[in-house]
């Protein structure tokens, strides 16, 4: 049982540190336009752009696969996720989740 | 000053764009006080302040407000479409919604708009 645990654990670290976070910087420049700026607002209807940086990777691992997929519906969040693979999204939200430290 | 037609007219218009501008921000202004109370079913998986410790559901500590309000209507609509959100956020009442944000707004937690 602790075995079976720990091969568990030491996967899922090895998946999450597969993801490169530097590369994830990169990936996002595009990002910045929108989630760099700190009073930045969807356009209709207005609300402010989420903050984004400190955010779990798991979360917005799963939210931008939700924008590739169409699940979940936002014009330019869906043009934006619509060429990201998986490695790239891992990259970006791996990058993500350490900006916040 | 002679009131015609026209002047009174005048007034009646600003006056409706008067309150169509505050209007919005009435309907903004939740009470973060009111919105702890309300969060007690939301700390199971957001954390009691609004940071969660298991990674699939995100921190709201710190969120912009306005953006939390625009998902829990996206939730309640069926716009944004999530199994566990949808029957919590079916029953919220747009002052609930208010209330909730505002108080997962004013939380200190680690996020923060992304600087190079």
Known sequence: MRAIAFFLLAG?????SAADVEAGKVKFDTCMGCHGIESYTNAYPTYDVPRVAGQHAAYLEAALKAYRSRERNHPTMISQAASLSDEDIADIAAFLAQAGQ | ????????????????????????????????????EKSATCAACHGADGVSSAPTFPTLAGQHETYLVQSLKQYRDG?????????????LSDEDIADLAAFYARQKGPLKTVKY
């Open chain 1, 12 to 16: 899922a670290s090895a998946a999450a």
């Open chain 2, 1 to 36: 000053m002679i009131r015609t037609k026209d002047s009174l007219r005048m007034s009646y218009r600003a006056s409706v764009l008067l309150a169509a501008t505050l209007l919005p921000l009435a309907v903004a202004a939740g009470d973060p006080i009111a919105g702890k």
């Open chain 2, 79 to 91: 716009s944004r479409k999530n199994a566990v959100m949808a029957p919590m956020a079916a029953n």
